[in-house]
């Protein structure tokens, strides 16, 4: 039983705002969650605060919680769907997706500690299992190049990502942490490094196409790569800024647009592709996903914005065949889980995903595990990726010794 909620304000790895829930319950369990925040967020996402931010949220909620005192953390869904009762707002635009983010996960995790489970496994055994999942340990997947509105740069893809098959997840990660040095060494040798940016990917000099040629020539067979293209960032009016056939960077019409990025696609072959178009073009992204959907895992972020009625939209329309999944971009467990459940059933992979501002609450490592992903997005460096990974290898280390995989 829920006893006491106490919110506070937290900083997120940029610097900025968020909010961290404390969550008791009657017999002195304590569970406490952190909410990410995005930088490049979709427009069908939930607004992460009010106005005023998160001390006004606090203040506000601090009038409901009274709502939530007294009930069972196991009732996830009563939980969940109180707290769309209290916002009574389509996107939690009046008490914040990040108040409803932060107390969900932590209702999920007091419930776990109540039953002396990990995360994952009490995901795992109370919502998961039934739904036909396996639970598995994913390939972490992570930004090395980044452009956008991420880094403000010559490069309008937001992030160049590689990932590896080596085996177990500290090998993975320290490939990747590998390759990261190498790109390092190649743009400071050739002066092409401006810095890191809040994911910690590079940040250099180079233009789209030489900066994918720079990561796979580092990649060198060691790892295959990936992009963010976060489309929607760099297209307004009907057309998007980036390269033509030439590499000239131009307005390009969808249609020139469309081969630019099959031109990409077909030279450098990624394993995955996330918002190669604009966030309201399903035909494009159905188009893509036949030409390539076999070799590539096509994925909706700002696309879906983890939300079951835009992948039920994408499901018709055979838009993609995956799907990123980020709590905040729709507040509630309980939502996400819907979510998991749809492409489940549709054969839709997931890929379980950090925010660019991010604290070191490593639960999404739990969440990908227990939502069988076929991938977590969780960067390469810095202490608040790094702190999924950690817990990544921690929850592989307790599924290899239970021999329960
Ligand atoms: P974010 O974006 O800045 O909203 O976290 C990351 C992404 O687009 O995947
Ligand atoms: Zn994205």
Redesign the pocket.
């Known amino acids: 039983m829920i006893k006491d909620i106490s919110l506070h304000v937290a900083l997120d790895s940029r610097g900025r705002e968020t909010i961290a829930a404390y969550l008791k319950d009657e017999k002195g369990n304590e569970a406490i969650a952190i909410a ?6 979709s427009g069908y996402e939930a607004v992460p605060l009010p106005r005023g931010g998160a001390k006004e949220a606090i203040k506000l909620f601090s009038t409901y919680k009274g709502k939530l005192i007294g009930m069972d953390a196991e009732q996830q869904s009563e939980i969940d769907a109180t707290l769309h009762e209290i916002d009574a707002t389509e996107n939690f635009a009046k008490i914040g997706g990040n108040v409803a983010t932060a107390i969900s996960i932590a209702a999920a995790k007091l419930a776990a500690k109540g039953q002396g489970l990990e995360l994952y496994q009490y995901v795992y055994r109370r919502f998961t299992q039934s739904m036909g999942i396996r639970k598995t340990i994913p390939f972490p997947l992570g930004n090395i190049l980044g452009g956008g ?2 880094s403000n740069s010559n490069m309008q893809i ?2 160049i990502l590689i990932t590896n098959k080596s085996k177990g997840v500290i090998e993975n990660a320290k490939t990747n942490i590998m390759l990261h040095n190498a790109l390092g060494e190649f743009l400071r040798k050739r002066d092409l490094a401006i810095g890191l940016n809040i994911e910690n990917a590079w940040i250099s000099k180079l233009a789209d196409i030489e900066a994918i040629k720079a990561v796979e020539k580092t990649a060198d067979g060691l790892a295959r790569l990936g992009f ?1 293209f ?1 489309a929607t960032e760099y297209f307004s009016n009907g057309k998007y800024l980036f390269y033509d056939r030439h590499g000239k960077r131009r307005q390009l019409t969808r249609a020139e647009y469309f081969d630019a990025i099959s031109e990409i696609v077909e030279k450098h072959r990624p394993v995955y592709i ?2 190669p178009f604009e966030e309201s073009e399903l035909e494009s992204f159905a188009r893509l996903t036949k030409e390539f959907g076999r070799s590539a895992l096509i994925v909706g ?2 696309l879906y914005a983890t939300n079951a009625k835009r992948l039920e939209e994408g499901i018709k329309a055979r838009a993609t065949n995956g799907i ?1 999944v ?1 709590v905040n971009q729709v507040g509630t467990l309980t939502d996400t889980l819907e979510v998991v459940k749809l492409a489940r059933r549709h054969g839709i992979k997931l890929v379980v ?5 991010e604290t070191i609450d490593a639960f999404i490592s739990h969440l990908a595990v227990a939502f069988g992903a076929a991938y977590i ?1 969780c960067g390469i460096l810095g202490g608040e990726r790094i702190a999924k990974i950690n817990e990544l290898a921690r929850i592989q280390e307790l599924e290899n010794s239970t021999g329960k995989r």
């Open positions: 990410p925040s995005g930088t490049s967020r509105v991420h937001q992030e963010d976060a996330e918002d972020d700002d990123l980020k995903s950090h925010r660019s501002g997005k």
